[in-house]
Protein backbone atom coordinates (compact mmCIF):
# COMPACT_ATOMS: atom_id res chain seq x y z
CA UNK A 1 0.00 0.00 0.00
CA UNK A 2 0.78 3.47 -0.67
CA UNK A 3 0.77 6.08 2.24
CA UNK A 4 -0.62 9.62 1.76
CA UNK A 5 1.54 12.55 1.61
CA UNK A 6 0.18 14.16 4.87
CA UNK A 7 1.38 16.64 7.03
CA UNK A 8 1.15 16.60 10.64
CA UNK A 9 2.21 19.64 12.92
CA UNK A 10 0.33 21.92 15.48
CA UNK A 11 -1.50 24.85 14.33
CA UNK A 12 0.77 27.92 14.30
CA UNK A 13 -0.22 31.39 15.92
CA UNK A 14 -1.17 34.73 14.31
CA UNK A 15 1.76 36.49 15.67
CA UNK A 16 4.40 34.23 14.12
CA UNK A 17 3.96 36.40 11.44
CA UNK A 18 5.86 38.94 12.15
CA UNK A 19 8.71 36.33 12.56
CA UNK A 20 8.10 35.03 8.92
CA UNK A 21 8.34 38.64 7.89
CA UNK A 22 11.44 38.68 8.98
CA UNK A 23 12.48 35.40 7.71
CA UNK A 24 11.99 36.43 3.92
CA UNK A 25 13.86 39.60 4.88
CA UNK A 26 16.74 37.37 6.22
CA UNK A 27 16.83 34.76 3.16
CA UNK A 28 16.94 37.49 0.76
CA UNK A 29 20.22 39.02 2.59
CA UNK A 30 22.18 37.03 4.58
CA UNK A 31 24.95 35.30 3.52
CA UNK A 32 25.27 35.78 -0.22
CA UNK A 33 22.32 36.77 -3.06
CA UNK A 34 18.89 35.71 -2.63
CA UNK A 35 19.42 33.43 -5.16
CA UNK A 36 22.64 31.91 -6.00
CA UNK A 37 23.26 32.15 -9.62
CA UNK A 38 26.51 30.16 -10.17
CA UNK A 39 25.89 28.65 -13.74
CA UNK A 40 28.94 26.98 -14.67
CA UNK A 41 31.41 24.47 -12.81
CA UNK A 42 35.46 24.59 -13.09
CA UNK A 43 36.42 22.26 -15.01
CA UNK A 44 37.36 19.06 -13.30
CA UNK A 45 38.58 15.88 -14.05
CA UNK A 46 36.74 14.24 -10.51
CA UNK A 47 33.39 12.27 -11.12
CA UNK A 48 32.61 11.20 -7.61
CA UNK A 49 29.91 8.64 -7.34
CA UNK A 50 27.16 7.73 -4.62
CA UNK A 51 29.33 5.17 -2.34
CA UNK A 52 26.94 2.23 -1.11
CA UNK A 53 26.97 2.99 2.37
CA UNK A 54 25.05 5.89 1.81
CA UNK A 55 22.45 4.04 -0.26
CA UNK A 56 18.22 4.07 1.78
CA UNK A 57 17.13 0.57 3.29
CA UNK A 58 14.78 1.53 5.44
CA UNK A 59 13.30 -1.91 5.95
CA UNK A 60 12.36 -1.71 9.44
CA UNK A 61 9.85 0.83 11.79
CA UNK A 62 12.33 3.55 13.17
CA UNK A 63 12.54 4.25 16.48
CA UNK A 64 13.67 7.44 18.18
CA UNK A 65 11.60 9.72 15.91
CA UNK A 66 8.59 11.37 17.16
CA UNK A 67 5.22 10.97 15.39
CA UNK A 68 2.75 13.56 15.36
CA UNK A 69 -0.42 11.23 16.23
CA UNK A 70 -0.68 8.07 18.57
CA UNK A 71 -2.41 5.72 15.67
CA UNK A 72 -0.56 2.97 15.09
CA UNK A 73 1.87 3.49 11.32
CA UNK A 74 1.19 1.19 9.06
CA UNK A 75 4.54 0.48 6.74
CA UNK A 76 3.97 1.15 2.91
CA UNK A 77 5.06 -0.51 -0.09
CA UNK A 78 6.90 1.97 -1.16
CA UNK A 79 7.38 6.08 -0.25
CA UNK A 80 7.04 9.21 -2.54
CA UNK A 81 8.65 12.49 -0.95
CA UNK A 82 8.10 16.45 -2.24
CA UNK A 83 11.12 17.93 -2.18
CA UNK A 84 11.32 21.63 -2.36
CA UNK A 85 14.59 23.47 -3.30
CA UNK A 86 16.01 27.00 -4.14
CA UNK A 87 19.37 26.77 -6.03
CA UNK A 88 19.31 27.92 -9.38
CA UNK A 89 21.07 27.77 -12.69
CA UNK A 90 23.92 24.76 -12.11
CA UNK A 91 23.44 24.32 -8.88
CA UNK A 92 20.17 23.35 -9.32
CA UNK A 93 21.03 21.16 -11.69
CA UNK A 94 23.38 19.33 -9.35
CA UNK A 95 20.82 19.13 -7.10
CA UNK A 96 18.33 17.50 -9.55
CA UNK A 97 21.74 14.85 -10.06
CA UNK A 98 21.93 14.15 -6.96
CA UNK A 99 18.44 13.21 -6.49
CA UNK A 100 18.49 11.33 -9.45
CA UNK A 101 21.17 9.41 -7.62
CA UNK A 102 19.54 8.90 -4.75
CA UNK A 103 16.43 7.58 -6.59
CA UNK A 104 18.81 5.05 -8.86
CA UNK A 105 20.11 3.94 -5.28
CA UNK A 106 17.21 2.14 -4.28
CA UNK A 107 13.74 1.16 -5.14
CA UNK A 108 11.94 2.18 -2.09
CA UNK A 109 11.71 5.99 -1.95
CA UNK A 110 10.81 8.06 -4.84
CA UNK A 111 11.83 11.87 -4.62
CA UNK A 112 10.16 14.46 -6.51
CA UNK A 113 12.46 17.41 -6.68
CA UNK A 114 10.48 20.85 -7.12
CA UNK A 115 12.37 24.13 -7.84
CA UNK A 116 10.71 26.93 -5.84
CA UNK A 117 12.54 30.21 -6.50
CA UNK A 118 15.01 31.68 -4.44
CA UNK A 119 15.71 31.62 -0.75
CA UNK A 120 13.12 34.38 -0.47
CA UNK A 121 10.52 32.93 -3.02
CA UNK A 122 10.98 29.19 -1.22
CA UNK A 123 10.46 30.87 2.09
CA UNK A 124 7.19 32.45 1.38
CA UNK A 125 5.67 29.63 -0.32
CA UNK A 126 6.74 27.36 3.06
CA UNK A 127 5.56 30.33 5.05
CA UNK A 128 1.70 30.56 3.24
CA UNK A 129 2.05 26.83 3.61
CA UNK A 130 2.26 26.46 7.31
CA UNK A 131 0.12 28.95 8.32
CA UNK A 132 -2.72 28.30 6.09
CA UNK A 133 -2.23 24.94 6.77
CA UNK A 134 -1.67 23.78 3.37
CA UNK A 135 0.36 20.30 2.39
CA UNK A 136 4.29 20.84 2.64
CA UNK A 137 6.61 18.88 1.64
CA UNK A 138 8.02 16.16 3.25
CA UNK A 139 11.82 18.16 2.59
CA UNK A 140 13.06 21.87 1.77
CA UNK A 141 16.14 23.08 0.96
CA UNK A 142 15.62 26.77 2.36
CA UNK A 143 17.65 29.53 3.36
CA UNK A 144 17.22 30.84 7.12
CA UNK A 145 15.74 27.39 8.10
CA UNK A 146 16.34 27.25 11.88
CA UNK A 147 13.78 29.81 12.45
CA UNK A 148 11.30 27.71 10.95
CA UNK A 149 11.60 25.49 13.90
CA UNK A 150 9.89 28.73 15.93
CA UNK A 151 6.92 27.65 14.32
CA UNK A 152 5.99 23.70 15.49
CA UNK A 153 6.25 22.43 11.66
CA UNK A 154 9.42 20.53 11.56
CA UNK A 155 11.04 18.01 13.35
CA UNK A 156 14.94 19.04 15.32
CA UNK A 157 17.45 16.84 12.71
CA UNK A 158 18.87 15.93 15.72
CA UNK A 159 16.25 13.66 16.27
CA UNK A 160 17.35 11.64 13.78
CA UNK A 161 21.41 12.26 13.65
CA UNK A 162 21.37 11.62 17.45
CA UNK A 163 19.13 8.13 16.73
CA UNK A 164 19.92 4.45 16.20
CA UNK A 165 20.21 5.08 12.17
CA UNK A 166 22.09 8.51 12.53
CA UNK A 167 25.66 9.98 11.72
CA UNK A 168 28.63 10.68 13.56
CA UNK A 169 27.98 14.38 13.47
CA UNK A 170 30.93 15.49 14.69
CA UNK A 171 32.78 14.21 11.64
CA UNK A 172 30.90 18.10 10.71
CA UNK A 173 32.45 21.25 11.11
CA UNK A 174 31.09 22.77 13.78
CA UNK A 175 30.40 26.02 12.46
CA UNK A 176 27.45 24.61 10.11
CA UNK A 177 25.75 22.72 13.17
CA UNK A 178 25.90 26.40 14.47
CA UNK A 179 24.51 27.91 12.10
CA UNK A 180 21.66 25.67 12.08
CA UNK A 181 20.88 25.94 15.44
CA UNK A 182 18.43 28.30 16.65
CA UNK A 183 17.45 29.11 20.54
CA UNK A 184 19.59 25.90 21.46
CA UNK A 185 18.01 23.55 19.37
CA UNK A 186 19.75 22.22 16.06
CA UNK A 187 16.70 22.06 13.59
CA UNK A 188 18.42 21.63 10.00
CA UNK A 189 21.00 19.49 8.49
CA UNK A 190 24.00 21.60 6.51
CA UNK A 191 24.04 21.41 2.77
CA UNK A 192 24.99 24.38 0.75
CA UNK A 193 26.87 26.25 2.61
CA UNK A 194 29.60 29.53 1.74
CA UNK A 195 31.63 31.90 3.13
CA UNK A 196 33.01 35.54 1.61
CA UNK A 197 36.40 35.27 -0.07
CA UNK A 198 38.39 37.80 -1.43
CA UNK A 199 38.70 38.13 -5.42
CA UNK A 200 41.14 39.84 -7.20
CA UNK A 201 42.29 40.69 -11.16
CA UNK A 202 46.13 38.95 -11.25
CA UNK A 203 46.67 40.91 -14.16
CA UNK A 204 45.84 44.22 -12.66
CA UNK A 205 48.33 43.23 -9.70
CA UNK A 206 51.13 42.24 -12.29
CA UNK A 207 50.41 46.10 -13.81
CA UNK A 208 50.65 47.26 -10.18
CA UNK A 209 53.78 45.60 -9.17
CA UNK A 210 52.37 43.66 -6.53
CA UNK A 211 52.56 39.58 -5.90
CA UNK A 212 49.86 37.83 -7.70
CA UNK A 213 50.02 34.24 -6.30
CA UNK A 214 48.63 35.59 -3.16
CA UNK A 215 45.99 38.47 -1.77
CA UNK A 216 46.19 40.92 0.74
CA UNK A 217 46.51 39.03 4.19
CA UNK A 218 45.29 41.98 6.68
CA UNK A 219 43.03 44.96 5.82
CA UNK A 220 45.68 47.20 6.18
CA UNK A 221 47.50 45.42 2.85
CA UNK A 222 43.75 45.69 1.17
CA UNK A 223 44.22 49.52 1.43
CA UNK A 224 47.83 49.76 0.46
CA UNK A 225 47.42 47.57 -2.52
CA UNK A 226 44.19 49.21 -3.03
CA UNK A 227 46.16 52.75 -3.39
CA UNK A 228 47.92 51.13 -5.82
CA UNK A 229 45.34 49.93 -8.23
CA UNK A 230 43.29 53.08 -7.86
CA UNK A 231 43.83 55.10 -11.01
CA UNK A 232 41.67 57.10 -13.07
CA UNK A 233 38.34 55.47 -13.67
CA UNK A 234 40.09 52.26 -12.09
CA UNK A 235 38.97 51.35 -8.43
CA UNK A 236 41.22 48.89 -5.60
CA UNK A 237 38.14 47.43 -4.05
CA UNK A 238 34.72 46.85 -3.54
CA UNK A 239 31.94 44.48 -1.89
CA UNK A 240 29.15 42.68 -3.28
CA UNK A 241 25.75 44.72 -2.18
CA UNK A 242 25.38 41.73 0.90
CA UNK A 243 27.70 45.02 3.02
CA UNK A 244 25.89 43.50 6.03
CA UNK A 245 27.99 40.43 5.54
CA UNK A 246 31.26 41.56 5.07
CA UNK A 247 31.16 44.44 7.52
CA UNK A 248 30.45 41.55 10.02
CA UNK A 249 32.97 39.53 9.25
CA UNK A 250 35.35 42.76 10.01
CA UNK A 251 33.48 43.11 13.58
CA UNK A 252 33.86 39.89 14.70
CA UNK A 253 37.04 39.55 13.42
CA UNK A 254 38.04 42.80 16.01
CA UNK A 255 36.74 40.87 18.96
CA UNK A 256 32.95 42.35 18.30
CA UNK A 257 29.58 40.41 18.24
CA UNK A 258 26.52 40.76 16.33
CA UNK A 259 23.86 40.21 19.93
CA UNK A 260 24.50 39.16 22.93
CA UNK A 261 24.14 35.64 24.55
CA UNK A 262 20.48 35.70 25.61
CA UNK A 263 19.81 37.26 22.09
CA UNK A 264 18.01 40.23 24.11
CA UNK A 265 20.60 43.48 22.75
CA UNK A 266 22.21 43.90 19.59
CA UNK A 267 25.96 44.76 20.52
CA UNK A 268 27.68 46.02 17.21
CA UNK A 269 27.45 49.79 18.39
CA UNK A 270 30.87 48.79 20.31
CA UNK A 271 34.14 50.14 20.16
CA UNK A 272 35.32 47.08 18.14
CA UNK A 273 32.30 47.51 15.59
CA UNK A 274 32.60 51.07 15.54
CA UNK A 275 36.19 50.72 14.89
CA UNK A 276 35.80 48.41 11.60
CA UNK A 277 33.15 50.94 10.22
CA UNK A 278 35.45 53.54 10.45
CA UNK A 279 38.16 51.69 8.37
CA UNK A 280 35.17 51.11 6.05
CA UNK A 281 34.37 54.25 5.39
CA UNK A 282 37.95 55.30 5.37
CA UNK A 283 38.46 53.74 2.73
CA UNK A 284 35.54 55.35 0.73
CA UNK A 285 36.40 58.80 2.06
CA UNK A 286 39.98 59.30 3.06
CA UNK A 287 42.13 56.46 1.20
CA UNK A 288 39.69 56.68 -1.68
CA UNK A 289 40.20 53.08 -2.87
CA UNK A 290 36.35 52.00 -2.88
CA UNK A 291 33.69 53.75 -4.82
CA UNK A 292 30.71 55.36 -2.40
CA UNK A 293 27.34 53.24 -2.81
CA UNK A 294 28.13 51.50 -5.81
CA UNK A 295 28.10 47.92 -4.53
CA UNK A 296 25.55 46.58 -7.00
CA UNK A 297 27.66 47.47 -9.39
CA UNK A 298 31.15 46.05 -8.35
CA UNK A 299 30.53 42.49 -10.14
CA UNK A 300 30.24 44.47 -13.01
CA UNK A 301 33.22 46.63 -12.42
CA UNK A 302 35.65 43.32 -11.53
CA UNK A 303 34.56 41.61 -15.10
CA UNK A 304 34.89 44.86 -16.78
CA UNK A 305 38.81 44.82 -15.14
CA UNK A 306 38.07 48.27 -13.87
CA UNK A 307 37.93 46.86 -10.13
CA UNK A 308 41.50 45.10 -8.46
CA UNK A 309 39.94 43.24 -5.73
CA UNK A 310 36.27 42.01 -5.07
CA UNK A 311 34.64 40.48 -1.59
CA UNK A 312 32.15 38.55 -2.65
CA UNK A 313 30.26 34.85 -1.41
CA UNK A 314 32.50 31.80 -2.48
CA UNK A 315 29.55 30.36 -4.08
CA UNK A 316 30.27 32.93 -7.04
CA UNK A 317 33.59 30.84 -7.73
CA UNK A 318 32.76 29.45 -10.89
CA UNK A 319 30.60 31.98 -12.82
CA UNK A 320 33.85 33.83 -12.29
CA UNK A 321 35.98 31.69 -13.47
CA UNK A 322 33.93 31.53 -16.65
CA UNK A 323 33.07 34.89 -17.26
CA UNK A 324 36.75 36.60 -16.46
CA UNK A 325 38.39 37.70 -19.27
CA UNK A 326 41.47 37.96 -16.64
CA UNK A 327 43.52 35.59 -14.75
CA UNK A 328 41.66 35.49 -11.53
CA UNK A 329 43.04 35.42 -7.85
CA UNK A 330 40.99 33.98 -4.77
CA UNK A 331 42.21 35.12 -1.28
CA UNK A 332 41.42 34.44 2.27
CA UNK A 333 39.06 36.79 4.32
CA UNK A 334 41.68 39.15 4.79
CA UNK A 335 42.03 39.87 8.92
CA UNK A 336 42.80 42.55 11.47
CA UNK A 337 46.11 43.01 11.89
CA UNK A 338 47.15 40.85 14.92
CA UNK A 339 44.19 38.92 15.10
CA UNK A 340 42.60 35.34 13.73
CA UNK A 341 40.74 35.85 10.38
CA UNK A 342 36.67 34.64 11.12
CA UNK A 343 34.64 33.94 8.05
CA UNK A 344 31.24 33.79 8.65
CA UNK A 345 29.29 31.29 6.88
CA UNK A 346 25.59 31.68 4.60
CA UNK A 347 23.87 29.43 2.74
CA UNK A 348 20.89 27.31 2.94
CA UNK A 349 20.21 23.94 5.02
CA UNK A 350 17.82 20.84 5.09
CA UNK A 351 14.64 20.60 6.93
CA UNK A 352 12.56 17.56 7.41
CA UNK A 353 8.92 19.29 8.22
CA UNK A 354 6.81 16.83 10.51
CA UNK A 355 4.44 13.70 9.11
CA UNK A 356 1.84 11.73 11.03
CA UNK A 357 3.48 8.63 9.73
CA UNK A 358 7.35 7.51 11.28
CA UNK A 359 7.65 5.34 8.05
CA UNK A 360 7.65 8.67 6.11
CA UNK A 361 9.97 10.74 8.68
CA UNK A 362 12.42 8.07 8.18
CA UNK A 363 12.24 8.27 4.39
CA UNK A 364 12.69 11.56 4.67
CA UNK A 365 15.80 11.34 6.90
CA UNK A 366 17.49 8.69 4.86
CA UNK A 367 17.02 11.12 1.66
CA UNK A 368 18.78 13.93 4.10
CA UNK A 369 21.45 11.12 5.12
CA UNK A 370 21.80 10.79 1.44
CA UNK A 371 22.04 14.13 0.22
CA UNK A 372 24.39 14.91 3.08
CA UNK A 373 26.91 12.21 3.12
CA UNK A 374 30.67 12.79 2.13
CA UNK A 375 29.88 11.21 -1.26
CA UNK A 376 27.21 13.68 -1.81
CA UNK A 377 29.19 16.54 -0.28
CA UNK A 378 31.72 15.84 -2.56
CA UNK A 379 29.85 16.07 -5.62
CA UNK A 380 28.21 19.71 -4.48
CA UNK A 381 31.35 20.99 -3.72
CA UNK A 382 33.00 20.07 -6.81
CA UNK A 383 30.35 21.18 -9.27
CA UNK A 384 29.37 23.99 -7.48
CA UNK A 385 30.99 27.13 -5.31
CA UNK A 386 29.85 25.29 -2.44
CA UNK A 387 31.76 23.68 0.57
CA UNK A 388 32.03 20.35 1.47
CA UNK A 389 30.65 20.03 5.05
CA UNK A 390 33.24 17.30 6.95
CA UNK A 391 36.88 18.41 8.37
CA UNK A 392 38.17 15.21 6.23
CA UNK A 393 37.56 16.86 2.98
CA UNK A 394 40.95 17.93 2.34
CA UNK A 395 42.29 15.20 2.76
CA UNK A 396 39.58 12.98 0.12
CA UNK A 397 41.85 11.63 -2.37
CA UNK A 398 39.27 12.83 -5.02
CA UNK A 399 39.35 16.05 -3.41
CA UNK A 400 43.17 16.29 -3.63
CA UNK A 401 42.65 15.59 -7.13
CA UNK A 402 40.16 18.38 -7.81
CA UNK A 403 42.26 20.89 -6.40
CA UNK A 404 45.43 20.04 -8.50
CA UNK A 405 42.63 20.62 -11.58
CA UNK A 406 41.28 23.79 -9.95
CA UNK A 407 43.67 25.34 -7.73
CA UNK A 408 41.35 28.22 -6.78
CA UNK A 409 39.34 26.64 -5.10
CA UNK A 410 41.86 25.56 -2.63
CA UNK A 411 41.39 28.87 -0.39
CA UNK A 412 37.53 28.99 0.60
CA UNK A 413 38.70 25.08 1.39
CA UNK A 414 41.45 25.78 3.78
CA UNK A 415 39.41 28.85 5.25
CA UNK A 416 36.72 26.36 6.62
CA UNK A 417 38.99 26.45 9.42
CA UNK A 418 38.18 30.22 10.27
CA UNK A 419 34.53 29.45 10.25
CA UNK A 420 32.10 31.21 11.91
CA UNK A 421 28.14 31.14 12.68
CA UNK A 422 26.58 34.05 13.02
CA UNK A 423 23.65 33.03 16.04
CA UNK A 424 20.20 33.01 14.16
CA UNK A 425 18.19 35.11 16.09
CA UNK A 426 14.37 36.26 14.84
CA UNK A 427 15.42 39.95 14.25
CA UNK A 428 18.41 38.71 12.24
CA UNK A 429 17.01 40.29 8.70
CA UNK A 430 16.11 43.90 10.83
CA UNK A 431 19.88 43.37 11.56
CA UNK A 432 21.30 42.87 8.25
CA UNK A 433 19.55 45.63 7.01
CA UNK A 434 20.09 48.18 9.76
CA UNK A 435 23.79 47.12 8.79
CA UNK A 436 23.57 47.95 5.12
CA UNK A 437 21.98 51.59 5.97
CA UNK A 438 24.72 52.10 7.91
CA UNK A 439 27.14 51.62 5.79
CA UNK A 440 25.87 53.54 3.01
CA UNK A 441 25.17 56.28 5.63
CA UNK A 442 28.76 56.29 6.30
CA UNK A 443 30.05 55.96 2.60
CA UNK A 444 27.72 58.87 1.69
CA UNK A 445 29.31 60.60 4.69
CA UNK A 446 25.61 61.14 6.32
CA UNK A 447 26.62 59.96 9.76
CA UNK A 448 29.62 58.91 11.14
CA UNK A 449 29.93 55.30 12.07
CA UNK A 450 29.44 55.88 15.81
CA UNK A 451 25.77 57.26 15.28
CA UNK A 452 25.12 55.12 12.20
CA UNK A 453 25.79 51.90 14.34
CA UNK A 454 23.71 53.74 17.45
CA UNK A 455 20.82 53.72 14.95
CA UNK A 456 21.24 50.27 13.79
CA UNK A 457 21.47 49.15 16.79
CA UNK A 458 18.26 50.88 18.32
CA UNK A 459 16.07 49.20 15.59
CA UNK A 460 17.15 46.07 16.05
CA UNK A 461 16.48 46.00 19.42
CA UNK A 462 12.52 47.34 19.27
CA UNK A 463 12.24 44.82 16.78
CA UNK A 464 14.15 42.20 19.64
CA UNK A 465 11.48 43.42 22.21
CA UNK A 466 8.26 43.11 19.29
CA UNK A 467 9.44 39.92 18.30
CA UNK A 468 9.83 38.72 22.34
CA UNK A 469 6.19 40.45 22.80
CA UNK A 470 4.46 38.24 20.02
CA UNK A 471 5.78 34.70 21.47
CA UNK A 472 4.05 35.66 24.69
Known amino acids: MRVSRTHGFR ?22 PA ?78 PTYQGGYAEIMAKTWNAIFAEQTLPQVA ?84 YGQELTRGDQWGFNTHDDTHWYLSTMILENGGQIINQEETECLYNSPEAVEMLQLWGDMVNDYEIMPPAQHKEAGTDFLAGVLGMFFRSSSTLPSLVRDAPFELGVGMVPAVEGKDRVAPIGGGSLVIFKNSNPYILEAAWEFVKFMTSEASSLYLSTHTGYLPLYKSSLEWPEMQAYLEQNPLVRAPLEQLQYAYAIPVFPSLGTSDSALRQAVEAVELGASDPQAALDQAKKIVDQDLITQAQNKQ
Open 35 to 112: EPTPTTAPPAQVQPTVAASTQAQPTQAPTGVPAATSAPAVKPDHVTLDFWYSLGGNSGQVVEELVKLFNESQSYITVV
Open 141 to 224: QLGGAPLVGATGACVPITDFTDGPNGIDRSKIYDAFWDYNKAEGTIWCMPFNNSMPVLYYNKDLFAKAGLPTEQGPETWDDVIS
Open 11 to 32: QTSGAVIVVWVVVALLAAACGG
